[in-house]
């Protein structure tokens, strides 16, 4: 069992660190085991588990479409300004899309109010998400551990609803965003013992990722 784990760990590891593009990846990770391995890389690759829940394993051909689609949706989430884009799984083993926008772009300290510079930008960002009405949108809001749970998980259900807000009216659906939640100041990227590391910390991000029409597309041979 022991070998088992290590060879599967050193698996994923490649996947993720392999030099090709989503299509080569997608169709790696969509096999017969996809949606197991899928959630390991994903959590290797940093991601919260999001993914449209699908009775089987998505197979290799229609983990390969939907790897291509995924590399144009980030390469136009790339061209909005102040936000950072990066490729990741979710809980299938497909391709997603993470983007990070931090406290200095979108809050004061311990406010969870847009200012203007986040407005702006969450405005280009809602065009990325309309241009793209397949894909599904998770949204969590995160803090620093400045203080306790008792502020800081509100406060980070704060953020995060105040951008799902905000999308919204710039004509994002409502039923695009099937997540929005507060995570507190439970999953840091950067070190809490620094003000850099604690503006990193102070963050929401914005997953994209497939949607069951999506997949659905996909297996028939649809998607662009």
């Known amino acids: 069992m022991r070998k088992l ?8 590891l490649g996947i993720v660190f392999a030099g090709c593009n989503n299509t080569q990846k997608g169709a790696a990770i969509g096999t017969g085991g996809g949606a197991v391995l899928g959630a390991i890389v ?3 690759a940093g991601n919260t588990a999001v993914g449209a829940a699908v009775g089987a394993a998505v197979g290799a051909g229609t983990g390969a479409i939907i790897g291509k689609h995924m590399d144009k949706v980030k ?5 909005v300004e102040n936000a950072q884009v990066q490729e990741v799984k979710d809980a299938n083993g497909l391709d ?11 809050f004061a300290t ?8 986040a407005k702006t930008s969450l405005a280009k960002f809602a065009t990325v998400l309309n241009n793209n009405k397949n894909c599904d949108i998770a949204i969590y809001g995160h803090t620093d551990n400045t203080g306790n749970d008792g502020i800081n998980q509100p406060l980070s259900v704060s953020r995060a ?3 799902a807000n905000y999308l ?3 004509g994002v659906s409502s039923a695009q965003i099937k997540t929005i939640e507060g995570q507190g ?4 990227v950067a070190d809490n013992s620094t003000a850099a590391g604690r503006q990193q910390n102070r963050r929401v991000e914005v997953y994209m990722y497939a949607s069951q029409a999506m997949i659905q597309a996909a297996e028939n041979g649809t998607l662009q």
């Open 5 to 12: 784990k290590v060879f599967t760990l050193i698996l994923c």
């Open 42 to 44: 994903g959590k290797l």
């Open 75 to 79: 390469a136009e989430a790339e061209q």
């Open 96 to 106: 997603a899309v993470k983007v990070t926008f931090d406290s200095g772009i979108l």
């Open 110 to 117: 311990n406010k969870s109010d847009l200012n203007a510079a």
């Open 161 to 163: 609803t105040s951008v």
């Open 168 to 170: 919204k009216s710039c």
């Open 185 to 188: 100041s439970s999953n840091p």
